[in-house]
């Protein structure tokens, strides 16, 4: 099956600071990337959507200046929280679909500011 | 909007037993597809069946299986000889390729397995 690998799977970090989250498709070419939040025993729900080459679509709510989208090649792409406050404290997954739209999912950061 | 409900915040299944996570959706979409993941406490979510809006056979894999009523907008779960192992957080999920081909994540149904 096809490999997602998203690290880190944990990071402390204390308030203010930024944190930056990968997530690489192994062996194919992610097109479409989502990345996803999840509070405790919540559901997870969608951040943005980008594809290689553009910039992130984000959903109502979400700051794009705070959580910054990268999506330069077809098998790495980046989230990044910038100026990270406890509220900010989640579990982020990415979700990258192939060319064939088959998705597959990272084994999610658990990000906690202090 | 697309939306999806799971109506069961909780279930409890005795080991062996056969157990039925309810989910309903939302949608004007003909065309469209469904689905059952399984989120162990490991959080690494895993598919566990998906169907296609357009079959009207109803998708099987093992001890899974769903009950697809288009009509109706239904898609529940039937887990059958329940394992210790499918103790988990259940999500169904919607997705349209009009909608983005993003998942509409329902809120998720923790299921309980006991020995």
């Known amino acids: 099956g096809a490999v997602v690998s998203q690290h880190p799977s944990r990071v402390i970090c204390k308030s203010g600071t930024s944190v930056k989250i990968e997530c690489r498709s192994l062996?194919?070419?992610?097109?479409?990337m989502f990345w996803y939040r999840q509070f405790p025993k919540k559901s997870l729900m969608l951040m943005a959507t980008s594809n290689e080459g553009s910039k992130a679509t984000y959903e109502q709510g979400v700051e794009k200046d705070k959580f910054l989208i990268n999506h330069a090649s077809l098998t790495l792409s980046t989230l990044t929280v910038t100026s990270a406050h406890p509220e900010d404290s989640s579990f982020y997954i990415c979700?990258?679909?192939?060319?064939?739209?088959?998705?597959?999912f990272g084994s999610g950061t658990q990000l906690s500011v202090l | 909007a697309q939306t999806v409900t799971q109506s069961q915040p909780e279930m409890s299944v005795q080991e062996a037993e056969t157990v039925t996570l309810s989910c309903t959706y939302d949608?004007?979409?003909?065309?469209?597809?469904l689905f059952w993941y399984k989120q162990p406490p490991s959080r690494q979510m895993i598919l566990v069946i998906r169907?296609?809006?357009?079959?009207?056979q109803n998708a099987t894999e093992n001890r899974f299986s769903v009950n697809f009523q288009k009509a109706a907008k239904s898609f529940s779960l039937k887990i059958s000889d329940s394992q210790l192992g499918d103790a988990a957080m259940y999500f169904c999920?919607?997705?349209?390729?009009?909608?983005?081909?993003?998942?509409?994540f329902g809120a998720g149904t923790i299921l309980r397995v006991k020995s």
């Open positions: 062996d194919f070419q992610a097109t479409t």
């Open positions: 979700s990258p679909t192939n060319a064939n739209e088959k998705l597959f």
């Open positions: 949608t004007s979409e003909s065309d469209y597809y």
């Open positions: 169907q296609e809006a357009y079959k009207q």
């Open positions: 999920a919607y997705r349209a390729r009009e909608y983005g081909n993003k998942l509409v």
